[in-house]
């Protein structure tokens, strides 16, 4: 039977969405007759995790539904019998790359990919914990129902599961290797108050993150999708697209990857930095392999802790960090861009050896860019006034560190994508539930 990975990584409360993530679990087992591994990567604080463990032993048993709550500990251990299963020489550099004190968003959906490989797994289903599912007719609408119908099958044979077919027919005979939509509501809290305090402000902030280059038409275009999601009009009717997915397009808490993918590239393991997480569908659109992009949209909402003062400044370093790594990432996309089909191997498998060498080179990038960068953050800032000359003076205060890590990140995403394949390897048949369990835990991990 076929095994797939629904994944919801957390630290902090989401009772709520747990047992929703559950009933969309159970559906794609009973609607397409899979195994669904629902994974809850769980870092949470003390109170939380026990709020999780009851919540997780309170769900109802499903067919075809195995589920894994795993918390630090249990993670840590997982990953280290991996890791030194591996035999790599930086054994602990990688375990904390893998598991970083700090938030990273690529870390916690690489873990994921690591536990489903040792699960037997053919693809991996992200969500989150901010997030919740539209309704139609009363009824949620889950994305894992495009995801289930396409990933894994040549482009050729998904064409008859979708409503729209852009596909270069040279793609044809390619696997369908990612399935992905946006959120519907509200458009990033952490950007949308600039808009509307300053929209020039707005338009030089987030310009920073447009590829330089671009057609000025192109880059207004940008400037105005950036963080918007999928807009605002309530799900109908489906509609579902073969195509060479736009990474624009898509949110990483409602997408999908085969591991085709990720079974040979993780993610970037940046701490406390938003958008590198977005690196896999860069590299499946430049790599020319097939995708659907679907319009069942995830319900977006901000919890308070991201409207408080230490919220706000806590995220307006991860954005400023994403936007010191856009450099990086956008010398390695255009080698991407540049490769094209070179990036796949005779089996039509992504190439990781070609991938590491350009994470190699963005790490050397001259460091004068990102300091400018840095100094249009700090002036239109302090224009703003308020929360955000304080995160100016925050980001004035890392100036060095800010501009170091912005080489150091790319550096460690080398080592991570040199050591991957051997991790990934040694990942299968590794047990995922290496220490005892606690009482209160339900007994449903095998």
Same mark, same amino acid.
């Given at each position: 039977?076929?095994?797939?990975?629904?994944?919801?990584?957390?630290? &902090?409360?989401?009772?709520?969405?747990?047992?929703? +993530?559950?009933?969309?679990?159970?559906?794609?087992? &009973? #609607?397409?007759?899979?195994? +669904?591994?629902?994974?809850?990567?769980?870092?949470s604080a003390p109170a939380d995790l026990a709020a999780h463990r009851t919540a997780v032993a309170a769900l109802p048993p499903?067919?075809?539904?195995?589920?894994?709550?795993?918390?630090?500990?249990?993670? $840590?251990?997982?990953? !280290?019998?991996? +890791?030194?299963?591996?035999?790599?020489?930086?054994?602990?550099?990688? %375990?904390d790359l893998m598991l970083p004190a700090?938030?990273?968003? @690529?870390?916690?959906?690489? &873990?994921?990919?690591?536990?489903? #490989?040792?699960?037997?797994?053919?693809?991996?289903?992200?969500?989150?914990?901010?997030? $919740?599912?539209?309704l139609l007719d009363g009824k949620p609408v889950f994305p894992l129902h495009h995801e289930l119908a396409v990933l894994g099958r040549r482009a050729a044979d998904a064409a008859d599961a979708v409503t729209r077919r852009r596909l270069d027919p040279g793609c044809a005979e390619r696997t369908v290797v990612l399935a992905g939509a946006s959120f519907i509501g509200e458009p990033s809290v952490d950007v949308a108050e600039i808009r509307d305090l300053d929209p020039e402000a707005y338009d030089e902030v987030v310009g920073l993150s447009v590829p330089s280059g671009h057609p000025?038409?192109?880059?207004?275009?940008?400037?105005?999708?950036?963080?918007?999601? @999928?807009?605002?009009?309530?799900?109908?009717?489906?509609?579902?697209?073969?195509?060479?997915?736009?990474p624009t397009r898509v949110d990483m808490c409602n997408v999908a990857l085969g591991r085709e993918v990720y079974g040979r590239v993780p993610l970037p393991p940046a701490t406390d930095t938003i958008g590198t997480d977005y690196f896999l569908l860069h590299l499946v659109r430049h790599a020319r392999l097939?995708?659907?992009?679907?319009? $069942?949209?995830?319900?977006?909402?901000?919890?308070?802790?991201r409207r408080s003062d230490e919220g706000f400044l806590a995220y307006q370093l991860r954005f400023a960090k994403y936007l010191l790594a856009v450099p990086h990432l956008e010398a390695v996309y255009t080698g991407l861009a540049e490769a094209g089909d070179?990036?796949?191997?005779?089996?039509?498998? +992504?190439?990781?050896d070609a991938v590491a060498a350009l994470l190699r080179e963005s790490a050397l990038i001259d460091?004068? @860019?990102?300091?400018? $960068? %840095?100094?249009?953050?700090? !002036?239109?800032? !302090?224009?703003?006034?308020?929360?955000?000359?304080?995160?100016?003076?925050r980001f004035a205060a890392l100036r060095d560190p800010l501009l170091a890590a912005a080489r150091s990140d790319m550096e460690d995403f080398a080592l991570l994508a040199d050591a991957w394949g051997s991790l990934t390897a040694h990942a299968k048949g590794t047990a995922v539930n290496l220490l005892p369990r606690p009482r209160t835990a339900p007994a449903v991990t095998p």
């Open positions: 039977m076929r095994r797939v990975c629904l994944t919801l990584p957390t630290n &902090r409360a989401c009772t709520a969405t747990i047992a929703a +993530v559950a009933e969309e679990a159970a559906y794609g087992a &009973r #609607e397409f007759g899979v195994e +669904v591994h629902l994974l809850v990567l769980d870092s499903a067919p075809g539904v195995v589920v894994h709550h795993l918390d630090e500990e249990r993670q $840590r251990a997982f990953l !280290r019998a991996v +890791v030194t299963a591996s035999g790599a020489a930086e054994a602990d550099r990688l %375990l700090g938030v990273s968003y @690529g870390a916690c959906t690489n &873990r994921a990919f690591l536990v489903a #490989e040792a699960l037997g797994c053919a693809s991996v289903h992200r969500r989150d914990s901010d997030s $919740r599912y539209q000025e038409i192109w880059r207004r275009n940008l400037i105005d999708e950036a963080f918007r999601g @999928g807009g605002t009009t309530p799900f109908t009717t489906d509609v579902a697209t073969l195509t060479l997915v736009s097939p995708g659907v992009l679907h319009n $069942r949209h995830i319900v977006n909402y901000y919890t308070g802790e070179a990036l796949l191997d005779a089996g039509g498998l +992504v190439r990781p460091p004068a @860019g990102n300091a400018a $960068r %840095l100094d249009v953050l700090d !002036r239109r800032y !302090r224009s703003l006034g308020g929360r955000y000359a304080a995160a100016a003076d």
